[in-house]
């Protein structure tokens, strides 16, 4: 049995991006979490807005961090699932 | 995912690669009027019950290249395109424009598409509207970010308006772009794909075509590689290529099609786009309503449209044009968050072709377009302001004002690309001619953004669906129901 930790949808998202992006963006991920490589991105105002970017997306994600701002995606996923069946969607 | 288990060889009387808003279209027409049609999809077809509402986990799923997809060029500028049954109609954000008559009026013009009437489209138009259900947002689905700069355009005097879609029992659920969760976006995989298949059309996903097959210059059917393994052979007198702006000049040019006029793959046209942020007093909780759904058109005519944008927070996260606490105290806000979006009507043109197998998108932004972004960032920081905004936050580097701002400042995206194989009556100007078909080869069609021979200045997806309506109806040797015949057109007085 695998013993790999299970992927995270930034790592799912990550991987469907094509090279050279992807290499990209793991150099920036692992940057945004180290004090030195912030230091290096903030003298990089595009990499830096990038980076910051990804990593809010990521903590975002997370459904109790999104609940905080109002956002409840389990509950506008259930509702469309909901409508569909009473409705006969597709 | 749709597979055929057995024949490695079908005969089918059309084969349609591509199952977006050109080849679903298409699909549905032709086996509607009884022939035998085969399409060929090389994404998956998607389960809404899997729409989870949440966009890092969506873009993986539902984009080419998980929506990173990327021009070469000054700035670099990212091009998200679908992927699966329904293309880029299933991530749009479903806004419906019919072509504009003025566009038209070029079309016929600079490039001899003198059968591209408005009056010879209205029909096609209009039963592509009744198929997707086409109508107005109202104000209160259009929720609380429209009202923030429907507010602002009012007291600027600027003209405006809700947005035609097609969206039927729509109740703002704000992820359009990321798989509509209640299946109300009517998006061709939902739509045209059902009725193609209901009227015997065989749809296979997962379906690569490698090449178009020609014998002395009439086609002859394609080939395809299956995601499984083995290899499939469609025999068909009739192709009509719908891959996309994108991927459908690499496919005509692997299978040496297209080149005569030296123009296939060239005269890439996108609409090169950004978005603004103001911080409101009020809650406008942004993600509640329908994102795309206001617009305001003042500009129209110098190529800047403003159309509406919104997400949830890890959308917006990604989006916001700020770094450090700047971005975590916006974020701490984003209920108070109105977003809105900036769309130029591009002069640049761009090129792309294959590298290694994938597309590679060359596009410089030139000097007229980004005089347009420039005027355009102007204009959504006055929007904002007149609306009551707090802050406005522009997509510029910090201290760099729209005036000042350099190509390389600009954070953009584009939508809607167009033109890489375009119509122009002339085989030495185009790569088809106005009923979309291939200048010099028997039987191969195109229909999809590529053969759009010039911006649009509005979001496309109306005009590729009514091309592939008329194209259908041409090959079925029929007028197009509710078509008016020339003696019938009223002459102007």
Redo the contacts between chains.
């Keep these: 049995m695998s013993t790999a930790p299970p992927q995270t949808p930034l790592d799912a998202w990550v991987a469907a991006v094509p090279q050279p992006q992807r290499t990209g963006l793991r150099i920036l991920r692992a940057l945004a979490k180290r004090p030195g490589g912030v230091r290096l991105l903030h003298r990089l105002a595009p990499a830096d807005q990038l980076a910051y970017g990804i990593t809010a997306m990521e903590h975002f994600e997370d459904p109790a961090n999104a609940a905080a701002l109002g956002w409840d995606a389990a509950a506008v996923a259930a509702r469309g699932r909901a409508l569909r069946r009473e409705e006969g969607r597709p | 995912m749709s597979r055929l288990r057995k024949p490695r060889r079908i005969e089918a009387d059309v084969c349609i690669v591509g199952a977006g808003a050109g080849g679903a279209v298409a699909a549905a027409e032709l086996a509607e009027g009884g022939k035998r049609v085969v399409v060929l999809e090389q994404g998956p077809r998607h389960d809404?019950?899997r729409?989870?509402?949440?966009?890092?986990?969506m873009?993986?799923?539902l984009?080419r290249?998980?929506g990173?997809?990327?021009t070469l060029g000054s700035p670099p500028i990212l091009l998200p395109l679908g992927r699966g049954l329904g293309g880029t109609t299933l991530v749009n954000s479903g806004t419906c424009f019919r072509t504009p008559p003025q566009v038209l009026e070029r079309w016929q013009r600079e490039f001899g598409l003198e059968q591209l009437t408005p009056e010879a489209l209205a029909p096609c138009f209009q039963r592509v509207e009744e198929a997707l259900s086409v109508g107005e947002v109202t104000p209160e689905l259009a929720g609380r970010n429209a009202a923030v700069a429907r507010r602002g355009a009012e007291a600027l005097g600027w003209s405006h308006g809700y947005l035609k879609r097609n969206a039927k029992?729509c109740?703002g659920?704000?992820?359009c772009a990321f798989g509509?969760?209640?299946?109300?976006k009517q998006h061709t995989g939902?739509t045209y794909v059902?009725r193609a298949e209901a009227a015997g059309a065989q749809i296979v996903t997962g379906a690569d075509v490698r090449g178009i097959l020609v014998e002395r210059d009439c086609a002859q059917g394609v080939e395809a590689r299956l995601a499984g393994g083995g290899r499939l052979e469609v025999r068909a007198a009739d192709v009509i290529v719908a891959a996309g702006t994108i991927h459908t000049p690499l496919l005509l040019a692997r299978s040496g099609l297209g080149r005569a006029s030296g123009q296939l793959g060239r005269n890439l046209a996108l609409h090169p786009a950004t978005g603004v942020f103001a911080l409101m007093d009020e809650v406008v909780?942004m993600?509640k309503g329908v994102p795309q759904s206001f617009y305001v058109d003042e500009f129209a005519a110098e190529g800047i449209i403003f159309e509406g944008v919104a997400g949830?927070?890890?959308?917006?996260?990604?989006?916001?044009?700020?770094?450090?606490k700047r971005?975590?105290e916006a974020?701490g806000r984003?209920?108070n968050l109105a977003m809105f979006g900036l769309m130029v009507s591009d002069s640049s043109r761009g090129s792309v072709r294959s590298l290694g197998g994938?597309p590679l998108i060359r596009y410089d932004l030139g000097d007229e377009d980004l005089g347009r972004f420039r005027t355009g960032l102007m204009r959504m920081e006055e929007l904002f302001r007149a609306a009551g905004a707090r802050e406005v936050y522009l997509p510029l580097?910090?201290g760099v004002r729209p005036a000042d701002a350099g190509v390389r400042d600009l954070?953009l995206m584009a939508f809607h690309p167009l033109g890489t194989a375009r119509a122009d009556a002339r085989p030495d100007h185009g790569v088809v001619d106005g009923d979309l078909a291939l200048h010099g080869v028997h039987g191969v069609h195109v229909a999809d953004g590529s053969v759009v021979p010039s911006s649009l200045g509005v979001n496309p997806q109306l005009t590729i669906m009514a091309l592939a309506t008329r194209l259908a109806y041409s090959l079925l040797g029929r007028e197009v129901p509710g078509a008016t015949t020339e003696e019938e057109i009223p002459c102007p007085s």
């Excluded at chain 2, 509509?180 to 109300?184: K, L, N």
Aim: glycine content about 10%.
């Design positions: 809404a019950d729409f989870s509402a949440r966009p890092m986990e873009m993986a799923r984009y290249d998980g990173q997809g990327m029992g109740v659920s704000g992820v509509c969760p209640t299946s109300a939902i059902p909780d993600a949830p927070p890890s959308y917006v996260a990604m989006s916001l044009p700020l770094s450090g971005h975590a974020m984003y209920p994938r580097p910090t954070k």
